[in-house]
């Protein structure tokens, strides 16, 4: 018998899709027999872009215009059906469109997988349909299976990723979850999906595959509350379209083991650290890389707006050396980067240093604001700016390792139903040396407001 592949020749797994197909046909029949929960988000955002767009900085962008606005709509609708105290059937759709953005779809066709990956459009897909069994037969343990958001920590190794127009990472995945005083660990095996806005994501391959395990642990004592998550990923693509250093395809596999570490040491400062370390192959060339991320906060409670000042810290590993086999950018695993390292969305955890000053600030009662200021850096000046590696990348290492400063000023206000959110915000770029040799040293802005609409009624 053949085995199962996607129209395009790459395996795909036949349950999930098939649990998928079940369950809304069951939800559909179910939707008057018990109580029914609906659920629905509406989103708007508009965007200014001002000297860089997605793809490539500066005042003559390759591709695209160099002065972009455009307005973003995504729209998600659920429905759950609590079928008794141990089963959750959930069904959904995510529909998201772009207006006036000025590089079309099909410059975001990805040779690697043969199909087109847009952050901005992708029309009527599942989300959140999946199954889920709770404590059966243990208490605490749970199984859910289908279209879900996965995300832990800080988001900076596993992400949802949602605020891209249609989400950085959505998986089709089984995940069995064990709670217990507080604490769980979970088992995931899954694929996240490709936003391919003229294809339905069931009829062509998926993105990665991944192997993780993901677990929380809390110890307290003499005041101090310390959290300890260790983490192993296995990300990987048995598709053979990975050229390494010396031009030769192959498939990828890599191994994570990590661990984040949280602590309260008094009342109102707080310590984060992450640490993974990666290894595997990506085609011929063996990798060896590594990640770290350092957060000190402090609030001052009894202060006028209560304002929390933080310091981090975000670094990830480069390529020492183009042609000698060996890759040591680190890529990041399936972390968010939409609020990490800037919010231009200029960088990302790849080859990257980012020291980064924090300012937060609470006026008012559902009134919040963050100031951000970034340095960047390249870790190594012979490896790429992962904000477009195939065009911002000097072998020999002249232009050095500077990228530029960034600053932020983000504003959230949500309105007294909690069902209503604003926010809007404002970003700055100031190019570096290796920004200015390789795009343009041209300084870049970026505007944004965004309106949010949740509504949930149960049946």
């Known amino acids: 018998m053949a085995p199962n592949r996607a129209p395009d020749g790459g395996r795909r797994c036949p349950l999930l899709p098939l649990a998928q197909i079940v369950l809304m046909l069951l939800l559909s029949s179910m939707a008057l027999a018990g109580p029914v929960r609906i659920q629905g988000e509406i989103r708007y955002r508009w965007e200014y ?71 901005y459009k992708d029309y009527i897909e599942p989300y959140n349909t999946y199954i889920q069994v709770r404590d059966i037969p243990i208490k605490g343990l749970s199984l859910k299976m289908g279209r879900q958001i996965v995300a832990f920590g800080d988001h900076r190794v596993f992400g949802p990723g949602q605020w891209g127009n249609t989400g950085r990472y959505a998986w089709d995945a089984v995940r069995l979850s064990y709670k217990f005083k507080g604490d769980f660990v979970d088992l995931l095996y899954g694929q996240n999906i490709i936003h391919d806005p003229a294809r339905f994501t069931w009829r062509h391959r998926h993105y990665y595959q991944c192997l993780a395990i993901y677990s929380h642990f809390h110890l307290m004592g003499r005041g101090i509350k310390l959290y300890l998550e260790p983490f192993l990923v296995r990300k990987f693509d048995h598709h053979h379209n990975f050229k390494g250093e010396e031009g030769k395809k192959g498939d990828f596999a890599s191994n994570y083991y990590g661990l984040r570490a949280y602590s309260e040491i008094l009342p109102n400062l707080d310590l984060d650290f992450i640490f993974a370390w990666q290894d595997g192959h990506w085609a011929n060339d063996e990798i060896n890389a590594y990640g770290y991320h350092i957060l000190v906060g402090y609030r001052l409670k009894q202060v006028p707006f ?21 890759r040591n950018t680190f890529d990041g695993i399936f972390g968010a980067r939409d609020k990490m390292y800037g919010r231009m969305n200029l960088m990302d955890w790849k080859n990257l240093e980012d020291a980064q000053f924090n300012l937060e600030l609470m006026p008012a009662k559902g009134l919040s604001f963050k100031a951000e200021v970034h340095k960047f850096w390249l870790t190594q000046d012979k490896d790429a700016w992962y904000f477009n ?43 570096g040396d290796f920004v200015k040799g390789l795009a343009d040293d041209t300084q870049a802005d970026w505007f944004f407001l965004q309106m949010k609409l949740r509504f949930s009624r149960s049946l």
Do not use: C
Request: positive net charge.
């Open 49 to 119: 872009q001002h000297h860089f767009n997605i793809k490539y900085y500066g005042k003559h962008p390759l591709k695209g215009k160099s002065n972009d606005g455009f307005l973003l709509q995504r729209a998600r609708f659920m429905l759950g059906y609590k079928l008794n105290d141990h089963v959750y059937l959930s069904a959904g759709i995510q529909d998201s469109r772009a207006y006036d953005v000025a590089i079309p779809n099909k410059d975001f066709y990805k040779p690697r997988l043969g199909l087109k990956h847009n952050p």
């Open 306 to 326: 209560e304002p929390r000042i933080s310091t981090e810290f975000s670094y990830a590993s480069g390529d020492k050396n183009p042609k000698d086999g060996e």
């Open 389 to 431: 590696p195939k065009v911002y990348r000097d072998k020999s290492g002249g232009l050095g390792r500077d990228l530029g400063w960034e600053f932020d000023v983000v504003g959230k206000l949500l309105l007294p139903s909690r069902n209503r959110e604003v926010q809007f915000g404002y970003g700055h770029f100031w190019p």
